[in-house]
T-cell receptor
C-alpha cells in the first residue's frame, strides 16, 4: 500500500520569506511524485513532478522540490513567496499498473503581507 | 476554450434525489477521472476511464455510476443522494494512463440537504 503524509496542515509565512512544505511517502517500490496547487475555489494545477533522473525538480512559479529516496521525502520549496502563492498544496504519489494518484491531505500555505 | 469543463458548478438537492454531473475535455486526451474532495479538502479518486473503458473503480457506493459516451466526455450519475455525498467533485483528464499531468476541471459543489 502507498500513502502520502504532509506533515503540516497549515504554514503561515510572511511575503518574501522562504518556505518549505514537507511531504513523505511510503512505498516499497519506485513511485512517481507530484505536487499540485489548488487556488481558492478552483481545480488543481500541476506544479512539478518527479519521474526519474535528477533529484532536484523545478516547477512553475519558482517552486522546486527535491526527491530523497533514503528519507522517502519530496519536500517543496520556494526561496521567496508572494501573496499570490496563498493556496492549498497537495503532494501525490502514483504507482502501479493503473498509475492511480494518491493525494496527501494538503497543506494550506498562507502568505501574509 | 476551457480545457476541462464541468456542469453544473453548483448543485443543491434533497436527500433521495438522483442527479448527474457532466464533464467535457477538449484536450484530445484519452483518459478521464472523477475525484471527490470532502469538506476537509481530502481528495480521493473515484473512477477513471481510458478510451471509454473503465480502468479504475475505487470502493465507491454503487449509487455512483460513471458513463463515458466518448473519450471527450465523462459523466457521473448519483442515485438516492445522501447527506454524506455533499462534497466537491472534480473531473480531470490526462494524455493517457500513466504518470502524466492531470488537468482538472473547476469542480462541482454538491450540497445535499
Amino acid at each position: 500500500a502507498q500513502s502520502v503524509t504532509q506533515l503540516d496542515s497549515q504554514v503561515p509565512v510572511f511575503e518574501e520569506a522562504p518556505v518549505e512544505l514537507r511531504c513523505n511517502y511510503s512505498s516499497s517500490v519506485s513511485v512517481y511524485l507530484f505536487w499540485y496547487v489548488q487556488y481558492p475555489n478552483q481545480g488543481l494545477q500541476l506544479l512539478l513532478k518527479y519521474l526519474s533522473g535528477s533529484t532536484l525538480v523545478k516547477g512553475i512559479n519558482g517552486f522546486e522540490a527535491e526527491f530523497n529516496k533514503s528519507q522517502t521525502s519530496f519536500h517543496l520549496r520556494k526561496p521567496s513567496v508572494h501573496i499570490s502563492d496563498t493556496a492549498e498544496y497537495f503532494c501525490a504519489v502514483s504507482r502501479g499498473s493503473n498509475y492511480k494518484l494518491t493525494f496527501g491531505k494538503g497543506t494550506l500555505l498562507t502568505v501574509n503581507p | 476554450d476551457t480545457a476541462v469543463s464541468q456542469t453544473p458548478k453548483y448543485l443543491v438537492t434533497q436527500m433521495g434525489n438522483d442527479k448527474s454531473i457532466k464533464c467535457e475535455q477538449n484536450l484530445g486526451h484519452d483518459t478521464m477521472y472523477w475525484y471527490k474532495q470532502d469538506s476537509k479538502k481530502f481528495l480521493k479518486i473515484m473512477f477513471s476511464y481510458n478510451n471509454k473503458e473503465l480502468i479504475i473503480n475505487e470502493t465507491v457506493p454503487n449509487r455512483f455510476s460513471p458513463k463515458s459516451p466518448d473519450k471527450a466526455h465523462l459523466n457521473l450519475h448519483i442515485n438516492s443522494l445522501e447527506l454524506g455525498d455533499s462534497a466537491v467533485y472534480f473531473c480531470a483528464s490526462s494524455q493517457q494512463p500513466g504518470p502524466y499531468e492531470q488537468y482538472f476541471g473547476p469542480g462541482t459543489r454538491l450540497t445535499v440537504t
